[in-house]
């Protein structure tokens, strides 16, 4: 065995940021859901995960907040992943086309892992 092949891969680890997002999004809170997901985005995060398990209803603003807060990551070379288990807040999300603009995962653990392919 040659040197260059017993030597060992380090990648860096890479930890999201986590941002738990309130039971209700409108225009009334949006801007400040857009704020939280941005100031997690500090030099080296590679990824910010929207907790939004207990968010049952989002309205087009926080829709809009969503896209500007992925614009944003995507511009600091990280990704936003939204974690979406409610049906009401998926179908709004289908129903404006962002679940094709957004990478949604039904569950924690494959947001966190990446792995499982998003909500189509």
Not at 84 to 92: F, Q, T
């Amino acid at each position: 065995m040659d040197d260059v092949t017993a030597r060992s891969t380090v990648r860096p680890l890479v930890v999201p940021e986590l941002v738990t997002l309130p039971a209700e999004i409108d225009i009334s809170n949006a801007d400040a859901v857009r704020e939280d997901l941005q100031a997690a985005l500090r030099p080296g995060v590679a990824v910010v995960i929207a907790d939004m398990t207990s968010t049952v209803f989002c309205d087009s603003a926080g829709l809009r907040s969503l896209l500007l807060a992925s614009d944003a990551a995507r511009a600091a070379g990280a990704e936003l992943r939204l974690v979406i288990p409610s049906a009401a807040v998926l179908r709004i999300m289908q129903v404006a086309g962002f679940d094709r603009l957004l990478p949604v995962y039904l569950a924690m653990q494959e947001a966190l892992t990446g792995a499982a392919r998003p909500v189509p």
